[in-house]
């Protein structure tokens, strides 16, 4: 094999991993779920909650990122790993906590693909640094575009439900 292929292979199957670890998580959650009735939330409780969580993970989030597109032509793509693989932890660790929060069952489904689109951006993020590192510019930005569809996917399920930090861009 030659060693590009021995990178997709590594990168496929760390990225598979990843997923099915997400999916296990988000799987439990819903078991859970289906075991028995949970008790009521409100909507505002919700809220409440999944802000504070994003809150805190916003803070973490904008320490990491640049100023500047890490990306660009001429910047050094080792930088762009760094806040890829960086990113992909602390979104990792944020979507747990978030599939953790049991939404009122109004919002459920909408919770859900906003959840599902975070693991699809986690994935991707893991991806870009995989790219960044190998210095292949055209995964990069066919893995950079995934990564901002799924944000956006994420981003629409949640919008106009009354967040002030969850899916609010600034």
């Given at each position: 094999?030659?060693?590009?292929?021995?990178?997709?292979?590594?990168?496929?199957?760390?990225?598979?991993?990843?997923?099915?670890a997400?999916?296990?998580?988000?799987?439990?959650?819903?078991?859970?779920?289906?075991?028995?009735?949970?008790?009521?939330?409100?909507?505002a409780?919700?809220?409440?909650?999944?802000?504070?969580?994003?809150?805190?993970y916003?803070?973490?989030?904008?320490?990491?990122t640049?100023?500047?597109?890490?990306?660009?032509?001429?910047?050094?793509?080792?930088?762009?790993?760094?806040?890829?693989?960086?990113?992909?932890?602390?979104?990792?660790?944020?979507?747990?906590?978030?599939?953790?929060?049991?939404?009122?069952?109004?919002?459920a489904?909408?919770?859900?693909?906003?959840?599902?689109?975070?693991?699809?951006?986690?994935?991707?993020?893991?991806?870009?640094?995989?790219?960044?590192?190998?210095?292949?510019?055209?995964?990069?930005?066919?893995?950079?575009l995934?990564?901002?569809?799924?944000?956006?996917?994420?981003?629409?399920?949640?919008?106009?439900y009354?967040?002030?930090?969850?899916?609010?861009?600034?």
């Amino acid at each position: 094999m030659k060693a590009s292929s021995t990178n997709l292979v590594s990168r496929s199957a760390v990225a598979a991993a990843v997923a099915f670890a997400i999916v296990g998580a988000t799987t439990g959650v819903r078991s859970a779920v289906a075991a028995g009735p949970s008790p009521a939330v409100t909507k505002a409780a919700f809220i409440q909650r999944a802000d504070a969580v994003c809150a805190a993970y916003d803070k973490r989030l904008k320490a990491i990122t640049p100023n500047s597109d890490p990306a660009a032509p001429g910047k050094p793509l080792v930088d762009l790993a760094r806040i890829a693989y960086a990113w992909h932890g602390l979104e990792a660790d944020m979507g747990r906590e978030l599939r953790a929060i049991q939404p009122p069952q109004a919002f459920a489904t909408r919770w859900q693909t906003a959840m599902d689109g975070l693991v699809d951006r986690v994935t991707a993020e893991l991806l870009v640094g995989d790219d960044a590192v190998a210095k292949d510019r055209k995964a990069l930005r066919r893995d950079g575009l995934r990564m901002l569809r799924a944000g956006a996917k994420s981003i629409n399920a949640l919008h106009g439900y009354g967040f002030k930090r969850c899916g609010v861009l600034d």
